[in-house]
């Protein structure tokens, strides 16, 4: 009996390699596509790059407009204090000082300007990376063969092992 019990466990332990291999020769992947979902119409990348450049000419343009105006104002004044005598000290530090102060708050509103445009680029940016994010891979599906060989090769838990494994420790702890 022990004799045919030995060789029907070897036709079995076979039979599961064989079962391994057939399983490995099945496996699969499946990619599946992206999902476009009927919310929202999504933009092209190049559409947001466009209202980017957009948005670009249009400070561009502005901001010489407002360098010519500053060029005109700072002007008049380079040229009085030039005609100043260096008697009129009073005359001279007070041109001076305005001189400054004028373009200490062109330096700020410059900054203010170029802040404000950071900001819209980073809006459209901010739209153009949320969009990608929309677009999801769906997961991956991988093929592992059929419901019956999984439960073949599915590993049953020993009642003795765990009573070995606790028996290691101390019953101090």
């Known amino acids: 009996m022990k004799l045919i ?27 599946e596509e992206r999902k476009e979902g009927p919310k929202k119409k999504l933009l092209p990348p190049s559409s947001n790059l466009k209202k980017v450049a957009e948005v670009l000419k249009e400070h561009s343009t502005f901001l010489k407009s407002i360098q010519e105006n500053r060029k005109r104002k700072i002007i008049p004044l380079e040229e009085n204090i030039a005609k100043l005598r260096y008697d009129d000290i009073p005359e ?3 041109a001076v000082i305005s001189l400054e102060k004028l373009c200490m708050k062109i330096e700020e509103e410059r900054k ?4 404000n445009l950071k900001q819209k680029i980073e809006s459209f ?5 949320s969009e990608r994010e ?7 599906k991988i093929y592992f063969g059929n419901k019956q060989f999984l439960k073949s090769i599915q590993m049953k838990p020993k009642e003795k092992s765990l009573k070995k494994f606790l028996c290691m420790f101390p019953k101090d702890l």
């Open 92 to 94: 001279a530090l007070g």
């Open 134 to 140: 929309n677009l999801q891979l769906k997961k991956a």
């Open 5 to 31: 019990e030995k060789e029907q466990e070897e036709a079995r332990i076979r039979a599961a390699k064989a079962a391994a291999k057939k399983h490995m020769r099945k496996k699969v992947e499946e990619v």
């Open 112 to 115: 203010t300007e170029i802040s």
């Open 125 to 129: 940016t901010s739209t153009e990376y």
